[in-house]
C-alpha cells in the first residue's frame, strides 16, 4: 500500500451503507486525529510516520477530492490523509493498519462486518459505544478498546 514499515498506520473504516452523515462523521475524526501532528510538520519531514486510511464504499473522485480539501482545512500535511474505497482489497487495508478506528455512529441491525475482519487480524479497535456494538464485543477479555466516546 506504499507504507513504511516504520509507519504507524490508522484506518478509519464506518457502515457498509452510504448516508448523508458519513461525510460529517469522517471530518469529525480527522479533526480529533489532528492534534497527532506537530503545528509546525512541514510535508517533507522524513521522519514523521503516522498515516491515515480513510475507508469507504463511495468510490467517487468526488468523495476523494473531499476528504483531501478536509485534510487540508484541518493542516494536514498533504499526503497524510488518503481515501481508500471498499471496492480496493479491504483485507489488505485492514493488514496494513496498526489501529481500526470504527467512524461511524449508525445504529446497524448487526454486528459490521468490517469490526469482525480487522479483530480476526488481531488489530487494536476503537469504536463508539453503540449497542451492536456494546452487544457482541467484551473490552476487558479480548484486549479491545472500545471508549464511550472517541472525541
Known amino acids: ?25 469522517h471530518s469529525l475524526i480527522l479533526r480529533a486525529l489532528r492534534p497527532l501532528f506537530p503545528d509546525n510538520l512541514v510535508e517533507s519531514e522524513p521522519n514523521f510516520h503516522i ?45 496494513t493498519a496498526d ?13 459490521p462486518e468490517i469490526l469482525t475482519k480487522a479483530m480476526c487480524l488481531e488489530k487494536l479497535v476503537i469504536a463508539p459505544d453503540l449497542s451492536n456494538i456494546r452487544k457482541y464485543v467484551d473490552d476487558r477479555v479480548n484486549g479491545y478498546l472500545f471508549p464511550k466516546e472517541i472525541y
Not at 2 to 25: H, K, Q, T
Not at 99 to 111: A, N, R, T
Open 51 to 95: 498515516k491515515i486510511m480513510l475507508l469507504s464504499r463511495d468510490s467517487t473522485s468526488n468523495y476523494s477530492v473531499a476528504v483531501e480539501a478536509i485534510a487540508l482545512n484541518l493542516n494536514y500535511p498533504r499526503g497524510v490523509v488518503k481515501h481508500v474505497t471498499v471496492s480496493d482489497d479491504v483485507d489488505s487495508v485492514l493488514r
Open 99 to 111: 489501529v481500526v478506528i470504527y467512524g461511524s455512529f449508525l445504529e446497524e441491525q448487526s454486528f
Open 1 to 25: 500500500m506504499g507504507y513504511s514499515p516504520n509507519d504507524l498506520v490508522i484506518a478509519i473504516v464506518g457502515s457498509e451503507f452510504l448516508y448523508r452523515g458519513l461525510w460529517l462523521e
